[in-house]
């Protein structure tokens, strides 16, 4: 099996099986993204214990690479200090912009999503969740 087919399962498995979906009832923060080239919005809750994401959970009304992004995000940042989930997001968003297929280790599991960064036109669909969460975070900065 090469790494093209590897990735291809880890995302079929987060379609078929996305995580942490939903909204949470008093989140500390919350976030709405929307894609206006295609259409997809997401919406975004955070729970936190002190400077620790307790909890957090997406809407996705788009498509499957949105829900995708999401799903793999949530599962990342949970149980992580608001600065370390600000780090990743850096990380993640520079790697896609690299030519390198270079990926720090922090960043492995998100490997699948990073290999859709050739796909320029579904950039949006990947970053959604991403962009979402930097408006939560710049929102506990204040």
Not at 3 to 29: Q, T, V
Not at 78 to 92: A, G, H, L, P, T
Request: aromatic residues 4%; positive net charge.
């Amino acid at each position: 099996m090469n790494n093209s087919s590897i990735y291809r399962e880890a995302l079929l498995e987060h379609i078929k099986n996305p995580k942490n979906l939903g909204s949470l009832d008093n989140p500390d923060l919350k976030a709405v993204a929307f894609n206006s080239i295609c259409g997809d919005e997401l919406q975004l809750s955070i729970e936190l214990t002190e400077e620790k994401i307790k909890d957090c959970k997406t809407k996705v009304r788009g498509c499957s690479i949105c829900i995708v992004s999401a799903s793999m995000m949530s599962e990342l940042i949970i149980s992580k200090n608001i600065n370390e989930v600000d780090k990743i997001r850096k990380k993640f968003l520079e790697c896609l912009k690299k030519e390198n297929n270079k990926i720090p280790k922090l960043l492995s599991n998100l490997r699948p999503l990073i290999s859709l960064k050739n796909n320029r036109s579904r950039m949006k669909c990947v970053i959604l969740a991403w962009d979402a969460l930097f408006d939560c975070l710049s929102q506990y900065e204040k």
